[in-house]
């Protein structure tokens, strides 16, 4: 068996003509491409605007500094997530508070935070970054109306779940990342996510001033806009309105996503049958607690079961050339955000969802013998 690793991407010919096709064009970055995979990304998440960024962690920081957070601002965020979730709030400054998650959905627990907004000095804590984690689609109509209550605001860390969605009050799916109750989402681009551009990232917002900051902060803070410009020189003349950066993603990384988007819902389509053939394996194995039935509108991005042989099982799994992973370590434990005095205890069902967590083998093309030998062998571990 060829090693199967957790997550993988699927490049086929259409995509590899894409990108060639890019190169021998005139633009390489920030052509006609960008654009188009803007507008395509926006449709198929339904939303306003869509901004194409150099990756995930960048689309993290402009939505920080769009947001205004500064010097002392508070933000809240899950600690099983990958760190640039929390890493965002440091960059603009802002101080990183940590809410801990539901032991059954894995997402920040709405109950944890409304208890941190309690316990802090009114109009300290500025906002929340919810994570759609693993997939799962948080319940944003929730949060949205407890945000409210005390002036945050939300925005979503979607890069699990592009094509997830929650079922809201009134019945209707609402689309991981459109924007109906965050002010803004953002989505990764990384081989291992859905979507693969390499490199690449998307921030996606239905607030059309946001929308003109986040263009602005992407490329320099400059813009050539007529309509925007305090003075003007001349054809050449542009200005620098802000401190923004270069966080352009290029035209051939475009290419890639739209050709890679085209096949989004069958990647989708795929990743809920491997989790549906997962859990019916598990069901009836003692040591092994699965990812909690079907849930409609879940991603499965990662598959992950819990077990208190976990470590036992992850060596065991690399024997046999399966490479499983655990999401994630709590970024609180992290030796960077210790120095901010978090500390083990302090996010109990996060650090016990730790200890037993591990995601198994799940990509649209892991192929159905690859996915049994992966069940026979945790199997064959647990009956040790
Ligand atoms: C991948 C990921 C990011 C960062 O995206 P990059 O494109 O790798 O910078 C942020 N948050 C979550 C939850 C992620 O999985």
Redesign the pocket.
């Known amino acids: 068996m060829n090693p199967i690793p957790y997550g993988r991407q699927n490049i086929t010919q259409e995509d590899i003509e894409a990108v060639v096709d890019v190169l021998k064009s005139d633009y390489l970055t920030q052509g006609p491409k960008i654009a188009e995979f803007e507008k395509a990304f926006a449709e198929y998440i339904g939303c306003k605007y869509a901004v194409a960024v150099?990756?995930?962690?960048?689309?993290?920081h402009l939505c920080t500094l769009a947001l205004g957070v500064g010097n002392g601002h508070k933000v809240i965020t899950t600690p099983i997530?990958?760190?640039?979730?929390a890493n965002?709030i440091r960059y603009a400054g802002g101080e990183v508070v940590f809410a801990d998650i539901d032991p059954k959905t894995y997402l920040l627990d709405i109950s944890k935070v409304e208890e941190v907004l309690k316990s802090s000095p009114k109009g300290t804590i500025k906002g929340i970054i919810p994570?759609?984690?693993a997939g799962r689609a948080v319940n944003l109509e929730a949060f949205r109306k407890l945000a409210d209550q005390y002036g945050c605001w939300i925005i979503e860390?979607?890069?699990?779940a592009p094509g997830g969605y929650f079922i809201d009050s009134k019945g209707q799916k609402q689309n991981c990342g459109n924007g109906n109750y965050a002010e803004l989402a953002?989505?990764?681009?990384?081989p291992?996510?859905h979507i693969a551009c390499g490199?690449?990232?998307m921030i996606t917002t239905n607030d059309e001033k946001l929308y003109q900051k986040l263009l602005l902060l992407r490329t320099h803070g400059i813009t050539k806009d007529p309509k925007l410009l305090q003075e003007n020189h001349g054809g050449w003349y542009y200005e620098m309105q802000e401190l923004g950066f270069n966080y352009r993603l290029t035209d051939f990384q475009a290419a890639l996503g739209i050709s890679q988007l085209k096949r989004a819902d069958d990647g989708l389509k795929r990743r809920r049958e491997i989790a549906m053939v997962y859990e019916k394996a598990f069901t009836e194995i003692p040591d092994i607690k699965g990812q909690s039935g079907f849930v409609e509108g879940h991603g499965y991005?990662l598959y992950i079961i819990e077990t208190e042989k976990r470590k036992g099982l992850y060596d065991f799994l690399r024997e046999y050339n399966i490479f499983s992973q655990v999401?994630y370590i709590p970024v609180h434990l992290m030796p960077y955000y210790k120095q901010y005095g978090w500390k083990k205890g302090d996010m109990p069902i996060a650090e016990k969802y730790y200890e037993r967590c591990l995601s198994l083998p799940m990509y649209p093309t892991l192929k159905e013998d690859e996915q049994e030998f992966t069940i026979k062998c945790v199997i064959d571990f647990c009956k040790k």
Do not use: P, Q, R
Request: glycine share 10%; proline share 0%; hydrophobic share 40%.
């Open positions: 150099s990756n995930g962690t960048a689309a993290l997530t990958f760190a640039a979730s965002c994570v759609d984690f860390d979607a890069c699990h953002i989505f990764s681009f990384h291992v996510k490199e690449g990232g991005h999401h």
